[in-house]
């Protein structure tokens, strides 16, 4: 067995020195090879050149006129129709309050829900919105109101943002 692996082992020495390249092919390779190698750039910086400031002329000044324009309250809206017996006592009743009084308005087949939102974060004024259904085309629309209650000296009301009116005037 001993001398079977010593064969195997001898036969593959000879069979790799048969098939090895000559010395001179070698070299020819070597030589072949360092004429291809590109050179990697040393880490030396590159100079830097001074940076001067240019001399960049002023945009000209433009003038824009901003126009605020606030609609004029229009008394003859449906949205500024009077609220009658307005209850501020809880929020929630002057939302349930609100939520009847838009069902009240012409075109409005019936009152989806209502969205309240703080005015400030700090306070319990709110703003509301009261969406409804139009009986004209059927269609989702929302009314929208300010419920001030009785803080930072402010009096209880409710103005009408789309009708720019008060619906219940602060007294």
Known sequence: M?????????LSICLIVACAPSAQAVKTAIAQTQAAWTRVPSQTPYPTQTAYPTPTPRPPILVTQIVVWTPMPNNQDSSCKQIINMNYSDNSKA???????VSTLPDVKSVSYVIPERLYSNTISQLVHVTYISSSDGKVYS?????????????????????????DPPK
């Open 95 to 101: 939302m349930i309050l609100l939520q009847a009084y």
């Open 143 to 167: 009314k929208r109101y300010i419920v001030y209650l009785a803080e930072f000296g402010w009096k209880n009301a409710v103005f009408s943002i789309d009708g720019q009116c008060w619906i």
């Open 2 to 10: 001993n001398k079977i692996r010593l064969l195997a082992l001898i």
